[in-house]
């Protein structure tokens, strides 16, 4: 295993107090590393489990060869920084803590993994929460580029397979089961990166519905032009319906505003990779 996987909140920061029993929820903290640029990859529950020990007692920094020996050259700073770096090559990754809700996959004890040259691959975990999600519709199909458009990708659930949309080359997937990650209590407040994520993808819905139904008026028009001259503008009914799906979208947006107006909290939006 390679370490191939931001925490919501100030790096620097101490861990926080414990909150009021009376005014807190319980989430599920993943702690993620930036493998590329904006490629979030999420550390396995265990070296999860130790990272979160530590950033509760307040520990400057972290081996990871104590829960994983294969990682045994990585050591991951909480203070200063929010890092990980190699010891062997000095190359460094910036490390994040999220928090998740406790139906989204890391609370489930669910991991969704791509397979490639012999390894089963976890993918960040964004796309895992869009995976699950996706799944358990009973939906047979899902393309990934619709939310995330650098993913161009199509996932079949009935012969569990990945598709590249540019070349068609294909790769196994698996629905597998793990460890759940650390629990921990939040305050009510605190929003997580799943609220984030839960917004982008409604988001994605109702702009690929808007998009729908505009190409679909586009063509009915013209159609309308070559048979009957007929005029091609959309009914009171059509107009309507666009109109809705842009508000809805106007709504989730300010939504999504309001949040980011929030204080900086433990955990932040994810980006998703495979």
């Given at each position: 295993m390679s370490?191939f996987?931001?925490p919501?909140?100030?790096p620097?920061?101490s ?5 009021n029993?009376?005014t807190?929820?319980?989430a599920?903290?993943v702690?993620?590393?930036?493998r590329?640029a904006?490629?979030?990859?999420p ?7 130790q990272l979160e020990?530590a ?8 081996y990871?060869?104590d829960s ?6 990585y050591?991951?700073?909480?203070n200063p920084?929010?890092k990980q ?9 910036a ?5 998740y809700d406790p ?5 489930k004890?669910v991991?969704?993994?791509w ?5 089963w ?5 964004a796309l895992?929460?869009l995976?699950?999600e996706?799944?358990?519709?009973g ?10 458009p ?7 659930f009935?012969?569990?397979t990945?598709?590249?949309?540019t070349n068609g080359a294909?790769?196994s ?5 793990q460890p759940?990650?650390p629990?921990v ?7 997580l990166?799943?609220?984030h ?7 994605a819905?109702l702009?690929?519905e808007?998009?729908?139904?505009a190409t679909?008026?586009?063509k009915k028009?013209?159609h ?9 503008s ?5 107009g ?5 799906l842009?508000r809805r979208?106007?709504r989730i ?12 909290s433990?955990?932040?939006?994810g980006v998703p990779g495979?």
């Amino acid at each position: 295993m390679s370490p191939f996987s931001m925490p919501t909140g100030s790096p620097n920061s101490s861990a926080p107090p414990t909150p009021n029993k009376t005014t807190t929820k319980q989430a599920y903290a993943v702690w993620e590393y930036e493998r590329t640029a904006s490629r979030w990859r999420p550390h396995s529950p265990l070296v999860c489990q130790q990272l979160e020990r530590a950033f509760s007692k307040g520990l400057k920094s972290v081996y990871l060869g104590d829960s994983d020996p294969a990682l045994g050259q990585y050591i991951v700073y909480l203070n200063p920084g929010f890092k990980q770096i190699c010891v062997e090559t000095g190359n460094q990754w910036a490390v994040r803590r999220e928090l998740y809700d406790p139906s989204s996959p890391p609370g489930k004890g669910v991991a969704w993994k791509w397979f490639h040259s012999g390894l089963w691959i976890a993918y960040d975990m964004a796309l895992q929460c869009l995976i699950e999600e996706s799944w358990q519709k009973g939906d047979q199909t899902l393309d990934v580029s619709v939310f995330f458009p650098a993913f161009s990708y199509i996932l079949n659930f009935c012969n569990m397979t990945q598709v590249k949309k540019t070349n068609g080359a294909v790769r196994s997937i698996q629905r597998a089961q793990q460890p759940s990650y650390p629990l921990v209590k939040v305050a009510q407040s605190e929003p997580l990166a799943t609220d984030h994520l839960s917004v982008l993808f409604e988001t994605a819905r109702l702009n690929a519905e808007a998009q729908a139904h505009a190409t679909k008026g586009s063509k009915k028009g013209h159609h309308g032009d070559r048979s009957s001259g007929s005029d091609s503008s959309p009914t009171h009914h059509e107009g309507s319906t666009a109109r809705a799906l842009f508000r809805r979208i106007a709504r989730i947006g300010s939504k999504d505003e309001d949040r980011k107006s929030l204080p900086p909290s433990s955990t932040s939006g994810g980006v998703p990779g495979s």
